[in-house]
């Protein structure tokens, strides 16, 4: 089912931070991609929503028992407000639009991200996002079990695992939403 703009969509641009973009040998064609789908939204009125790991100083969010966000809190990183924790400039917020803090791999985990999206009357999220095995991954499922219609922008999501983004866009992504590219998006905006 392709994206109409009767349904009311929403883009997801999720952890596009730069210390997360740190991990990638070179982010710049993913940054760019992510900035087309972008530009793409805003044109069509779509609104484009920033989703980003964020905690408090001393991580009273983490439990060190979890295994997969436990060691956010060993390295320092994340914090709100500091440097690192903000989204990359190549894809930065335009003032006024929204930004959502979560705490775990999940955009709607421990956030107020559905509110926003029930408040907007989005029935439909595109989804942008690094890395594909984590945000994007947790945030398809959880989105699903929502309710929510699913498109994922391939060329606007990465993972430091090729393979691995390959296998979640050709094999698990494709029950439970549709997959696509930038480019062919944007054609039905």
């Not at 959880?142 to 498109?151: F, I, N, R, S, V």
Request: charged letters at 20%; aromatic letters at 6%.
């Amino acid at each position: 089912m392709t994206a109409t703009l009767q349904q009311p969509t929403a883009l997801l641009v999720m952890d596009f931070q730069r210390k997360m973009m740190e991990r990638l040998a070179d982010p710049t064609a993913l940054l760019n991609n992510v900035a087309r789908a972008i530009a793409g939204a805003r044109k069509a009125g779509i609104p484009v929503i920033y989703v980003g790991l964020m905690f408090r100083p001393g991580y009273p969010e983490i439990n060190e028992k979890n295994i997969a966000i436990g060691y956010v809190k060993k390295t320092g990183l994340f914090i709100e407000g500091d440097e690192g924790t903000a989204i990359h400039p190549t894809v930065a917020p335009l003032p006024g639009e929204t930004i959502i803090a979560k705490k775990r791999y999940s955009a709607f985990a421990g956030s107020d991200l559905d509110t926003v999206l029930k408040a907007q009357q989005v029935e439909r999220l595109v989804l942008a996002g690094y890395s594909t095995s984590g945000v994007v991954l947790s945030t398809l499922r959880e989105a699903g079990d929502k309710d929510y219609q699913l498109t994922v922008l391939s060329d606007a999501c990465g993972d430091t695992d090729a393979e691995v983004h390959q296998l979640m866009m050709t094999k698990v992504f494709v029950r439970q939403a549709e997959v696509t590219t930038i480019d062919d998006w944007l054609k039905t905006l």
